[in-house]
């Protein structure tokens, strides 16, 4: 069956480091796949895609991998700051499903000053 | 710019009774809207996927007559959950995309909290 996962534990981490977070996916055949910003009670915040034969995208101080033989997606936020606390999810969208997004859980990222 | 909204933003009804939650795209017309449910730490699960003018598209498991979707204008869709049931409980969000079925694009609006008494 399909999955998506990321990782259910929150990530703790002290201002101006690097937050790492993993993306894994089971037999998809992605298009391209997202992250999202989710703040408690609000909808998704789009931040960046990164297609199937992209290997890193950067926007600011966020980065994006995409290994397509791994099968995972890695999120990066450098110097993070408090305001970057929030739930970080992914979404990746299938060759055979083009417009659905399929979410993963989210994982909780808390920047401590 | 691309700004979705959604009405209302949180609800409480009783068993049994009705309730329409309304999407908008703001400043941009939205060709496919996507309507999600997502329960306490858990991924959005998507629920149905609309074109303007046609009938939704819904995922398996997700009652059509249960929960209704109409897509009647380029921005604006609506999901009324019928019969509401403590179980229906949830936070709804819905999507807009500008494009067609291919589009990159999709914008979420600010999600209704639905709770079912």
């Known amino acids: 069956s399909q999955k998506i996962e990321q990782n259910s534990e929150a990530l703790n981490i002290q201002e101006g480091k690097t937050a790492t977070l993993t993306c894994n996916y089971t037999?998809?055949?992605?298009?391209?796949l997202q992250w999202y910003r989710q703040d408690p009670g609000r909808g998704p915040v789009f931040l960046l895609l990164?297609?199937?034969?992209?290997k890193e995208k950067r926007k600011e101080r966020l980065k994006v991998t995409f290994d397509t033989t791994l099968k995972q997606s890695l999120f990066h936020i450098t110097a993070s700051q408090p305001a970057d606390s929030a739930t970080y999810l992914c979404?990746?969208?299938?060759?055979?499903?083009?417009?659905?997004?399929?979410f993963g859980a989210g994982t909780q990222v808390v920047v401590t000053p | 710019g691309a700004v979705v909204s959604q009405h209302p933003s949180w609800v409480i009804c009783k068993s049994g009774t009705s309730v329409k939650i309304e999407c908008r795209s703001l400043?941009?017309?939205?060709?496919?809207m996507f309507w999600y449910r997502q329960f306490p730490k858990q991924s959005l699960m998507l629920m149905a996927t609309?074109?303007?003018?046609?009938?939704?598209?819904?995922e398996q498991g997700v009652e059509k007559d249960k929960f209704l979707i109409n897509h009647a204008s380029l921005t604006l869709s609506t999901l009324t959950v019928t019969s509401a049931h403590p179980e229906d409980s949830s936070f709804y969000i819905c999507?807009?995309?500008?494009?067609?079925?291919?589009?990159?694009?999709?914008?979420f609006g600010p999600g209704t909290r639905l709770t079912v008494t």
């Open positions: 999507s807009a995309s500008p494009g067609t079925g291919m589009s990159y694009e999709q914008y």
């Open positions: 400043d941009f017309q939205a060709t496919t």
């Open positions: 990164i297609r199937e034969n992209e």
């Open positions: 037999n998809y055949s992605p298009a391209y």
């Open positions: 979404a990746l969208v299938s060759t055979d499903s083009w417009g659905k997004f399929q």
């Open positions: 609309s074109n303007e003018g046609s009938k939704a598209t819904y």
